[in-house]
C-alpha cells in the first residue's frame, strides 16, 4: 500500500512540474508576440508601414498587412540603421522605429526607456567631444522639434526624417554611445534647455549649406551654433 502511495505521489509531482512548466513557456511566449513578421495583420503593421513611409522606406500601401513589400522595407530600415537585418519587426526594430514594444518599461518624462535610448544614441553621435551642456543642447534641439509643426510630431519621426542627420547616413549612429549622452537625454527629456527653443544647429567649420548659414543664431555651445 505504502509503494502505491508514493507511486501516485511521484506521478503527481511530475505532472504538477510539467503544468507548472507549460504555464512559464505559455506566459514568456507571450511576452514575446511584440513583433510583426510576414503574415502579421493589424494596426501594428499599419503604424510600422505608415513611418516607414514617411521616411522613404517604403512605397506600397498602408493596408495593415505585412506582406513582401513590408519585409523589404523594414530589411531596408535595419540595414540602414545597424540592426540585426531579419525582415522581421521585432523589439529592437520596433523601438527603432518609436512603437512600442511592450516590454521596454518607463523611462522619463512620459517618454519610455526604449526613447531614452534612442535619443541617446543621436546624442552621443551628434555630439561626441562637446561640453555636456552641448550634448543637453542637441536633445533640446530635437525635443523642440517634436513640438514645432514643421517637423513630424514624434521622437523616432524627428531623428530618422530623411536627411535631418548626417550620422544617419555616415554610419555614426551606429557607434557605441557615450555614457554622459544617456544622462544628457534624461536631462533635455526633463525640461533642460539650454538653446532657448531652437531647432537647428550646425558646426561652421562643416557646414555648407547657405541655408542654415543664414539662420538666426540665438546661442553657440561648444562647436555648435544652434539657432531658429
Known amino acids: 500500500m505504502n509503494g502505491k502511495v508514493i507511486y501516485v505521489w511521484k506521478v503527481l509531482v511530475i505532472v504538477l512540474v510539467n ?3 507549460i504555464a512559464v513557456v505559455t506566459h514568456a511566449d507571450n511576452s514575446l508576440q511584440t513583433l510583426s513578421k510576414v503574415g502579421s495583420t493589424g494596426n501594428e503593421v499599419k503604424q510600422i508601414q505608415t513611418r516607414l513611409k514617411n521616411w522613404g522606406y517604403y512605397n506600397g500601401k498602408i493596408d495593415g498587412i505585412y506582406g513582401l513589400q513590408t519585409k ?3 530589411t531596408y530600415f535595419q540595414r540602414k540603421n545597424g540592426l540585426a537585418v531579419d525582415g522581421i519587426a521585432g523589439s ?3 523601438s527603432a522605429i518609436g512603437l512600442p514594444t511592450g516590454s521596454s518599461g518607463s523611462g522619463t518624462g512620459g517618454y519610455s526607456s526604449n ?3 534612442l535619443l541617446a544614441r543621436i546624442i552621443s553621435a551628434e555630439s561626441r567631444g562637446e561640453p555636456y551642456t552641448g550634448q543637453v543642447a542637441v536633445g533640446a534641439v530635437i525635443l523642440n522639434r517634436i513640438q514645432h509643426p514643421s517637423f513630424p510630431n514624434t521622437l523616432a519621426g524627428v531623428i530618422y526624417q530623411p536627411g535631418a542627420f548626417s550620422c544617419l547616413d555616415d554610419g555614426g549612429i551606429n ?3 557615450a555614457d554622459s549622452a544617456y544622462k544628457a537625454a534624461r536631462d533635455s527629456i526633463n525640461g ?5 527653443g531652437a531647432i537647428y544647429y550646425y558646426n561652421p567649420e562643416k557646414a555648407t549649406s547657405k541655408w542654415i548659414l543664414s539662420r538666426p543664431v540665438i546661442v553657440v555651445i561648444g562647436e555648435h551654433r544652434f539657432c531658429s
Open 19 to 21: 503544468i507548472l512548466f
Open 175 to 177: 557607434a557605441a554611445i
Open 72 to 74: 523589404n522595407a523594414v
Open 192 to 196: 533642460w534647455d539650454p538653446v532657448g
Open 115 to 117: 526613447d531614452v535610448n
Open 92 to 94: 529592437a526594430t520596433l
